[in-house]
Every structure is written in structure tokens, then in C-alpha cells.
């Protein structure tokens, strides 16, 4: 089975009060305190949709187990029988959760900056799962669309979003909706912190 949590849906969010500081070295370098997320880049909607691809997969097998999280013991049962296939495997959710890999890749190939991604429970940083994510006005406007129509929450923080759901499978579902809006994402003007992403990232890396 998949995990399901208990929480109240609530749309809690002020589109004058979102982050509008964010420059190509804040969000390259991490913006909040959770230091660990390690930014997704700019990411196209092939690399998207592969990832979807995956993951919808393992949420399929998952759904049919019987323990009570599937995604674990389906996770754990490829880790033992070849490290290697795991390890491409968990290359393609960019070290990401599963169930919220798939939609923090989607809202960076948005151009959104994500900056946070748990899919929740015992032994996890976060309650239930999460992603954050720094949107501007007009794709916030189409984001909280698409989450109301997939079950998925938002709340909001010191400018900043928290994207949640009772189950991964709600995530998985926005991630699909945000790939099949992607024209809708790709008229949008680019964020600023757009330009020279890349180029951070690389002097980052180079360190």
C-alpha cells in the first residue's frame, strides 16, 4: 500500500507577499534552512517526463503491497538484489523522495525555485508529504489551479510555498498536470534568476 496521512487541505496563501528576491546565486547556493536540497537546475520536460515514467511504476507496484508503506519495501527490494540498478535508479529521482521526485523536477522545469521535498512519515524530515517551492505570481496562479484539481494543499511562509498532500500519489498527479501544462509554464516571461543558473550551479560544482 501507499502511505496516507492525515491532514487538512487548506489554500493558504497572499500572491503580494511571494518572494521576489531571488537572484541565480540564491537559488543555486539554497535560500532557506534546508540546507540539504541541492538544486535541480533547469531541468527540460523530457527529463520530466521520464521521471514521472519511473515513478508512476514503482507507485503502481507500491499500491498492490501489502506492507504498510510498498514504496519502502519495493525500494529496499531493488537496493539488495543490485546496488548499481539502484543506484541509476535513484539517479533518474535526483536523490529525491518517490512520490515527490517527480513533481519537484516538474515545478523546476516550470521555472520555479523548489527548495524542499519529503514524502513524509516516521523516519522522514516532514509529517507528510511536501515539496516547497518559490513561484512568481502567474505561475503561482496556474499552480494553485492544478492543485485543487489534484487534492494538493498550499500553505504559505515567509514568502515561500508548501505544496502537500495526504498521499504521494496526489504530488505524482500535480506533477503530471504541471507536465501536460507545460506550453501554459513555457509562454510565461522566465523568472531572473533564470539567467546564469546554470553558470552558478557549474562554479558551485567546480568548488
Not at 507500491?62 to 535513484?90: Q, Y
Amino acid at each position: 500500500m501507499i502511505p496516507d496521512f492525515s491532514v487538512d487541505i487548506r489554500y493558504d496563501y497572499e500572491l503580494a507577499r511571494l518572494r521576489t528576491d531571488l537572484t541565480a546565486e540564491k537559488v543555486a547556493s539554497g535560500f532557506v534552512e534546508h540546507q540539504e536540497y541541492e538544486c535541480l537546475g533547469l531541468p527540460g520536460w523530457q527529463e520530466v517526463a521520464e521521471c514521472l515514467a519511473a515513478e508512476a511504476e514503482i507507485l503502481e507496484q507500491a499500491a498492490r503491497s501489502r506492507a504498510p508503506d510498498g514504496i519502502e519495501e519495493i525500494l529496499e527490494a531493488v537496493h539488495e538484489e543490485d546496488d548499481v540498478e539502484f543506484a541509476e535508479l535513484m539517479s533518474v529521482f535526483r536523490g529525491n523522495d518517490v512520490g515527490v521526485a517527480g513533481v519537484s523536477l516538474a515545478l523546476s522545469a516550470a521555472r520555479t525555485a523548489t527548495f524542499y521535498s519529503c514524502s513524509g512519515g516516521e523516519d522522514h524530515r516532514a509529517e507528510y508529504p511536501m515539496v516547497g517551492v518559490v513561484p512568481d505570481s502567474e505561475r503561482a496562479l496556474l499552480i494553485a489551479k492544478l492543485a485543487r484539481s489534484t487534492g494538493c494543499g498550499i500553505g504559505q511562509q515567509s514568502g515561500r510555498w508548501y505544496v502537500y498532500a495526504r498521499s504521494v500519489t496526489a504530488l505524482h498527479a500535480l506533477a503530471q498536470s504541471v507536465l501536460e501544462h507545460r506550453e501554459a509554464f513555457d509562454a510565461l516571461p522566465q523568472p531572473e534568476w533564470v539567467d546564469g543558473l546554470e553558470e552558478e550551479l557549474e562554479r558551485i560544482n567546480d568548488w
